[in-house]
T-cell receptor, first 112, second 113 residues
Framework: DAGVIQSPRHEVTEMGQEVTLRCKPI?????LFWYRQTMMRGLELLIY????????DSGMPEDRFSAKMPNASFSTLKIQPSEPRDSAVYFC??????????FGPGTRLTVL | DQQVKQNSPSLSVQEGRISILNCDYT??????FLWYKKYPAEGPTFLIS?????DKNEDGRFTVFLNKSAKHLSLHIVPSQPGDSAVYFC????????????FGQGTELSVKP
């Protein structure tokens, strides 16, 4: 199994630009999670889906952030417009039922 | 309000000795606890878990202990190896958290040869 796949691995953009992060979960998993890791706040959950339906988006910092899961094998996290304070590592994770989550390698985002 | 806390940001241990990483939680509804290990530039990887109906779970060199009355769990690594050097996160789920995991801030373990 390829594990959770994220792209791109690194993204450098300028303030005000739109950023789209992509995630392919492990086949058969029914939960998908988006996390953000920063030095200040550690690993924080942004949003999670169950069977492609958003269940809890209370961690999404503001309306500039949006996430979609059009099918069981693909999800996107979009930031529009991006700001320097959005610079962080963004992780996608998936799980089957409420078992342990498997994380992708992360996307390191730098907003200049 | 941080529901899962790892009060030690770092820990240094000599190779061959025991490493003990600690984690405290506040939500008594949590019923499942996990430890993850994270190397630089990689995603966290699952290490070991424990259900609230148990007080100990062992997997090779790794043992997790759960003290429900104290709302405390710990991860023991015996013997510690240099390859164990990483950041360790504890996480909890259950109660009204749905499918979410609530993570602690992490403890950076350094095992010196």
């Amino acid at each position: 199994d390829a594990g959770v796949i994220q792209s791109p691995r690194h993204e450098v953009t300028e303030m005000g630009q739109e950023v789209t992060l992509r995630c392919k979960p492990i086949s058969g998993h029914d939960y998908l999670f988006w996390y953000r890791q920063t030095m200040m706040r550690g690993l924080e959950l942004l949003i999670y889906f169950n069977n492609n339906v958003p269940i809890d988006d209370s961690g999404m910092p503001e309306d500039r952030f949006s996430a979609k899961m059009p099918n069981a094998s693909f999800s996107t996290l979009k930031i529009q417009p991006s700001e320097p304070r959005d610079s962080a590592v963004y992780f996608c994770a998936s799980s089957f039922a409420r078992n342990e989550q498997f994380f992708g390698p992360g996307t390191r985002l730098t907003v200049l | 309000d941080q529901q899962v806390k790892q009060n030690s940001p770092s820990l240094s241990v000599q190779e061959g000795r025991i490493s003990i990483l600690n984690c405290d939680y506040t939500n008594s509804m949590f019923d499942y606890f996990l430890w993850y290990k994270k190397y630089p530039a990689e995603g966290p990887t699952f290490l070991i878990s424990i259900s609230s109906i148990k007080d100990k779970n062992e997997d090779g060199r790794f043992t997790v202990f759960l003290n429900k009355s104290a709302k405390h769990l710990s991860l023991h690594i015996v013997p510690s190896q240099p390859g164990d050097s990483a950041v360790y996160f504890c996480a909890a789920s259950g109660g009204n958290q749905g499918g979410k995991l609530i993570f602690g801030q992490g403890t950076e373990l350094s095992v010196k040869p």
